[in-house]
């Protein structure tokens, strides 16, 4: 069965230092992989996908993710962290079938400390 | 113009009332979901809905029941309401996996706050 992991609830970093949210996925077959954000009270904005298109996929607001087959990981980076970046951050997983689901990860509440 | 619009966005509302959620979409996408978040911000599919058919239902109680009348709507009626329905109820659209598998990225809507008292 499909399944994303992300790793701490909640990540704390300090304006202007880097961000790394992380993910991991299980399943035989890589998945199309994405990053979502939620702020408060909005839904989800896609911040970027992965379709095996290329393995480093850069997103909105300076964020990236890079897709490592080895590890089975889609780790989320922006190497200078702004205020406005704090929000929930959920790592995603579809895999093609007629039954296509996509999965979400917990999530992650990232925290940008003055 | 809002791509995937639900209404309402909060509903509060006494335990054993009937309510509903509706959803449109203006993308064009083929595919409509709804999902949970509960407190802890954990998001669950319930259903999904290709051209208007129940594709998926992830053993959602019988007292849920979504109807799509077209392809760009898909409502959430809710029977009977209890105290641990109560979550956000996001609506989602996007383009079937089966034909386009690079475009399966989904779009939300603003959710509906629902609270059973």
């Known amino acids: 069965a499909q399944s994303v992991t992300q790793l701490g609830s909640h990540v704390s970093v300090s304006e202007g230092a880097l961000v790394l949210l992380r993910c991991n996925y299980s399943s035989s077959v890589p998945p199309y992989l994405f990053w979502y954000v939620q702020y408060p009270n909005q839904g989800l904005q896609l911040l970027l996908k992965?379709?095996?298109?290329?393995?480093l996929v850069k997103g909105i607001n300076g964020f990236e993710a890079e897709f490592k087959k080895s590890e089975t990981s889609f780790h989320l980076t922006k190497p200078s962290a702004h205020m406005s970046d704090a929000a929930e951050y959920f790592c995603?997983?579809?895999?093609?079938?007629?039954?296509?689901?996509?999965?979400f990860g917990s999530g992650t509440r990232l925290s940008i400390r003055p | 113009d809002t791509a995937v619009s639900q209404t309402p966005k909060y509903l509060v509302t006494q335990m054993g009332n009937d309510k509903s959620i509706k959803c449109e979409q203006n993308l064009g996408h083929d595919t409509m979901y709804w999902y949970k978040q509960d407190s802890k911000k954990f998001l669950k599919i319930m259903f999904s809905y290709n051209n208007k058919e129940l594709i998926i239902n992830e053993t959602v109680p019988n007292r849920f029941s979504p109807k799509s009348p077209d392809k760009a709507h898909l409502n959430l009626h809710i029977n009977s309401l209890e105290l641990g329905d109560s979550a956000v109820y996001f609506c989602a659209s996007s383009q079937w996996a089966g034909t386009t598998p690079m475009n399966t990225e989904a779009f939300f809507g603003q959710g509906t706050r629902l609270t059973v008292v």
């Open positions: 992965y379709t095996s298109a290329a393995t």
């Open positions: 995603a997983a579809v895999k093609y079938s007629s039954a296509s689901k996509i999965i």
